[in-house]
């Protein structure tokens, strides 16, 4: 079942030197490619990353976290703020259908919003294949503003342009220590309500 596998989920930050199969890094990023999108805008890029050198540079553009460098893989993921424009819906006249009619930060949000559905796609085929996975949100990029040098050096070596942010990264392997998922969440009533808050489901 789905839900059990989202139970089984953890983060892991330590990973053995046994590779994944290319097989396998295709079908996760296949549960990316295929995840749902606002009019099929598809505001995303995937890229995926083996070499040492390149997994050195995003280490430090996400401060130094050492699970970036030591990951056998990596899926960068890159909000792309050029699908509205591709996308050819110029024609819808709605700012609550279009977020083109919403101005730079309009935009920004949405298709920030968009990649998110497929990082949690992407690290769910990952665990069914007993690849561990962690999510970087810790790095330089136009929208934290920190290490603006480590980030343009990072989007040119990924061949991204100004309108292409690099908003996630992935960390994929296998876990060099199989430990029980300890996974601590708030309590089911604290966070679901029936109708408005307060009411339990």
Known sequence: MLLDL?????SVRKYS?????DEDLRKVLEA????????????W???LVKSQETKD???ELSVGQAHVKNADALIVCVADKNAW???????IKSPALNPALQGDNGILIRTMEQVIYPISYMMLEAESLNIKSCIIGALG???????????????????????????TIITLGYEEENTPTNKVRKDFNDVVFLEKIGNKF
């Open 6 to 10: 989202i139970k089984s989920r953890k």
């Open 45 to 47: 890029k995937f890229i």
């Open 85 to 91: 424009e591709e996308a050819k819906i110029t024609h």
């Open 57 to 59: 540079l995003l280490a």
């Open 141 to 167: 990029n136009e929208i934290t503003g920190l290490l603006p040098d480590v980030s343009i050096k990072a989007k040119e070596k990924l061949g991204l342009n100004d309108d292409q942010i690099i908003s």
């Open 32 to 43: 990316g490619h295929l995840a749902p999108s606002w009019m099929n805008v598809q505001s």
């Open 17 to 21: 030197s046994k590779h994944i199969p």
